[in-house]
């Protein structure tokens, strides 16, 4: 049985817009123009989203790492610079581009697998909003009240991932309703719009869709690569997906 086609109309948008952070090599302006394996993390990216055969992205960054993603990509892929947030980057990518859906990936996330990938291009039903990978929250999870902790059932949490499949509607009522409050972690489409009664479609994420941000998770990279050895043992120290 030959697998499902992906969807008409879809505009893939990639955001890089992580700060730089401690640890990681002094060009990299961004996360994602960190080297892992000889490749740049947003290559490793680029080369996932031409395998399932989708179309070349858009390219959403801050103004202060324009310029040094402009001169990695070259002038093949169009490199937009936004004074702002993510709410900024995603009016961006609406105004540049004119298909029905829009594949949001955070360039962090640059080793998501194609399956995931590809899975979220084709769980979109007719009557769904957006689609996104989750994974089950693992971590202990409590609510903190004026009488103390109180544990949460964790069955009934997940992890967001990326990529997200949204429709243009449902990203510009997204945007259109406001900012998410900060105490929610800033801006997020997908939490907007359940916010705003949208259908969101989840499908199994993975643990290899982690965020690369920082030192440490660029050594949980080189580990989930083959291309460094877990010693976190040595230390006692708990390593969590």
Same mark, same amino acid.
């Given at each position: 049985m030959s697998s499902p086609s992906l969807p008409v109309a879809v505009r893939p948008v990639v955001l890089a817009l992580a700060p730089p952070a401690p640890g990681l090599s002094p060009g990299a302006s961004v996360p994602c123009l960190e080297r892992l394996g000889g490749s740049r993390l947003i290559d490793r990216l680029l080369s996932t989203l031409h395998g399932v055969g989708l179309p070349a992205p858009l390219v959403i960054t801050g103004e202060a790492a324009h310029r040094s993603l402009?001169?990695? %990509?070259?002038?093949? %892929?169009?490199?937009?610079?936004?004074?702002?947030?993510?709410?900024?980057? /995603?009016r961006a990518a609406l105004e540049r581009s004119e298909e029905e859906l829009l594949l949001i990936h955070d360039a962090e996330r640059a080793l998501t697998p194609s399956e995931v990938v590809h899975g979220v /291009?084709?769980?979109l039903r007719q009557d769904d909003d957006a689609v996104v990978p989750v994974i089950s929250m693992t971590d202990s999870v409590k609510e903190v009240r004026p009488d103390g902790l109180r544990n949460i059932d964790r069955s009934t949490l997940a992890g967001l991932q990326s990529p997200r499949l949204l429709r243009r509607r449902t990203l510009e009522s997204a945007l259109a309703a406001g900012e998410t409050p900060a105490d929610a972690g800033g801006f997020d489409e997908i939490r907007a719009a359940l916010e705003h009664g949208a259908r969101v479609r989840t499908v199994h994420g993975s643990h290899a869709g982690f965020a690369v941000l920082d030192r440490l998770s660029l050594w949980q990279a080189?580990?989930?690569l083959g291309l460094a050895r877990d010693t976190s043992h040595r230390h006692g120290l708990a390593r969590h997906g």
């Open positions: 402009r001169e990695t %990509l070259g002038r093949s %892929l169009p490199v937009i610079a936004v004074a702002g947030g993510r709410d900024a980057a /995603l /291009l084709v769980a080189q580990i989930s």
